[in-house]
């Protein structure tokens, strides 16, 4: 009995550490600045942890990002994109494992939000380079995105209120329409475009600005140029492990997973068990203050709000995650029983069964898997500047004024087109480097 018992403790010490767990020091090494210790973490976790190496895979594009690499960055993407995409097929053999283990076992195919996400980088990274693929990218969000409101939208009868939790990323048409107006010909995209852009996004500041130029005014005058200063502002959501008591929805859920593999229904009481929850963190950063020459141009703001989307997207599924792991524990109480029933168990044996299914059931861990150095915001803010070599200056900012340190750097403006610019100041100073796209200049040191 001895042995037993050391070995049920052992199978609870042995699932302590959690994804968080080993995301903290990769995240705190990368909000630093010190990206090739975050790049050799990422691959120390990935080499042990082979379950983790795709969503540790995104992380390193965001790295590779803001180290200045950003083809290197959208190889990584497309690559967990096309991951992610065979993934989503669900195995029925996985399944079912997943009861006699926890979703941890379940090979990653990313939160929906991420799988949407993972085309908005897609096609920030290309624009970042020469943009050639930037606008198909744009629209391949758009149609991710599509996907998976069909997908909560043929589930609206079981959970009506997950619906109101998905919207349309207004980020795609946003580079479509910016793209489309670089030419006379295709300025009518570009309406379209915007108008989508302050439909699905009403709280954007430039939606009707935006528009309103489309319609009735030239994109930009001869001699002048455009440069589109992309912002990665504020810490981005994680997941935790927390425990929660059953809603009668997530009781529902669990009842027809149980009723599939037993006859067996539901206990009359349920206790508290193991989620993921998505958390959010306080940015000190509002938005980031462009200035051109000294003078200020204007400031950044959210056309995404990254956090928001996360948080609202995982509680409205969360009578399915509960339900989920009610029925697993179900099961393998269910599992212990038959067992007991099928075979003779003198009082010593059902104690010691009884440890054993208790450490079965310690040894449950929340999935807390995610992409863990997203933003908290994505934004934008359009400038109009004369062509050639300009300078422009970033710096954090909230409602009170300057609260961080700036990063200059040198746009080659060309005319009649467009320029971008991509920073990412998760706290008070950019991390990595200022990116400029193809047609600019390294940053100034």
């Not at 540790?56 to 950003?70: F, K, T, V, W, Y």
């Not at 349309?168 to 030419?183: C, D, F, K, N, T």
């Not at 179900?330 to 440890?355: F, H, P, R, S």
């Not at 299914?357 to 359009?382: F, H, N, S, Y």
Request: aromatic share 6%; with cysteine.
């Amino acid at each position: 009995m001895g042995r037993l018992l050391c070995g049920a403790a052992l199978l609870v010490l042995s699932g302590c550490a959690s994804h968080t767990n080993r995301l903290q020091p990769i995240r705190e090494q990368f909000f630093a600045g010190q990206l090739d210790a975050a790049r050799a973490s990422i691959a120390e976790v990935s080499e042990k942890r082979k379950n983790e190496a795709d969503v540790l895979a995104l992380d390193q594009a965001m790295i590779e990002l803001s180290a200045g690499r950003p083809r290197e960055a959208e190889q990584i993407l497309r690559r967990v994109r096309d991951r992610f995409d065979t993934l989503e097929q669900k195995d029925l053999k996985e399944e079912l494992a997943l009861y006699t283990t926890d979703d941890t076992a379940r090979a990653y195919a990313g939160e929906d939000y991420e799988r949407v996400l993972i085309r908005a980088f897609l096609a920030i990274s290309n624009l970042m380079t020469d943009g050639g693929d930037a606008g198909a990218y744009a629209l391949q969000l758009t149609e991710k995105q599509d996907q998976v409101i069909a997908a909560v939208t043929a589930k609206s009868e079981e959970f009506p209120d997950a619906v109101l939790a998905y919207k349309q990323v207004a980020l795609g048409p946003y580079i479509r329409a910016a793209l489309a107006e670089e030419s006379p010909l295709t300025l009518d995209d570009a309406v379209r475009a915007r108008t989508l852009v302050a439909s699905w996004e009403p709280g954007f500041r430039d939606a009707e600005s935006d528009l309103q130029r489309a319609k009735f005014e030239k994109p930009v005058a001869p001699g002048r140029g455009v440069v589109y200063v992309f912002a990665l502002v504020g810490r981005g959501p994680i997941k935790e492990e927390v425990a929660e008591i059953p809603t009668q929805a997530a009781l529902l859920v669990a009842d027809r997973i149980v009723s599939a593999f037993t006859k067996r229904g539901l206990p009359p009481t349920i206790a508290p068990v193991k989620i993921p929850q998505v958390v959010t963190f306080y940015s000190p950063v509002d938005h980031i203050a462009v200035s051109h020459d000294g003078q200020p141009v204007g400031q950044t703001a959210t056309i995404v709000d990254i956090g928001e989307m996360a948080r609202e997207q995982q509680e409205a599924r969360y009578p399915e995650i509960i339900g989920r792991a009610v029925a697993r524990r179900v099961i393998k109480k269910g599992a212990v029983y038959a067992v007991k029933q099928g075979a003779q168990v003198n009082q010593e044996l059902n104690l010691l069964m009884d440890v054993a299914g208790v450490a079965w059931e310690a040894t449950e861990k929340a999935d807390t898997r995610c992409w863990g150095l997203l933003p908290d915001r994505i934004q934008v803010l359009r400038v109009e500047l004369p062509a050639g070599r300009q300078a422009l200056t970033l710096q954090p900012a909230a409602a009170r004024g300057p609260v961080g340190s700036t990063a200059t750097v040198m746009v080659d403006v060309p005319d009649g087109r467009n320029a971008y610019v991509l920073a990412n100041f998760p706290e008070r100073r950019v991390v990595g480097q200022v990116l400029v796209s193809s047609r600019g200049l390294p940053p100034v040191e």
